[in-house]
């Protein structure tokens, strides 16, 4: 129910990890499109979906003609130009656990903002849903998840927190 996905609607997760996100949206009728930078996620995505009767597109490294299937899992580093989705359906909805570098293996500065102003550039009218660990997304600095919303005019409208979890809402300038 994140974001009233629903029938029709287009959700892409950028940072789709082992595809549960993508399994609700298939679930509500949304179309997906799911990417990710390690290539074990990808397929481990891939089967997850597969297991429960949704065939996928792709696989390999995203093809732009890919993008006009149903179920779309590929390697993409959601960190470059994202204009490989400009043109194509509407991106109605992102929703995404964002990555915390455990497995990027790479430092904060930086990479959070990028995935989120090339996201927000690719799908400027989308509704957005941001999980992230609580921590360094949510500290003064260079990747700060609601000033990098906010720097691209986007308009938050709501903030979960718990101990550990917090889902920003927010949706485009």
């Keep these: 129910t994140v974001l009233n996905v629903k029938e029709g609607d287009v959700l892409l997760d950028p940072c789709c990890g082992t595809g549960t996100i993508l399994f609700a949206g298939l679930e509500r009728g949304a179309k997906v499109r799911g990417f990710d930078v390690n290539d074990k996620f990808v397929l481990g995505s891939r089967k997850n979906l597969e297991t429960f009767g949704y065939g996928t597109s792709s696989g390999g ?14 390697h993409y580093d959601s960190r470059e130009d994202m204009s490989i989705l400009k043109g194509l359906r509407d991106i109605s ?35 957005y849903c941001f999980i992230s660990g609580k921590g360094a997304l949510h500290e003064e600095g260079e990747d700060n998840l609601e000033q990098t919303l906010l720097g691209m005019s986007c308009k938050i409208f709501h903030v979960i927190n718990s101990k550990k979890m917090r889902m920003t809402f927010a949706y485009g300038p």
Excluded at 61 to 74: H, N, P, T
């Design 61 to 74: 490294a995203l093809r732009k003609e890919d993008c006009q299937d149903g179920c779309v899992v590929a």
């Design 93 to 127: 909805v992102i929703v995404t656990n964002l990555p915390h570098g455990r497995y990027l293996k790479l430092p904060y500065d930086g990479y959070v903002r990028d995935i989120v102003q090339n996201l927000i550039k690719a799908a400027p009218s989308a509704r």
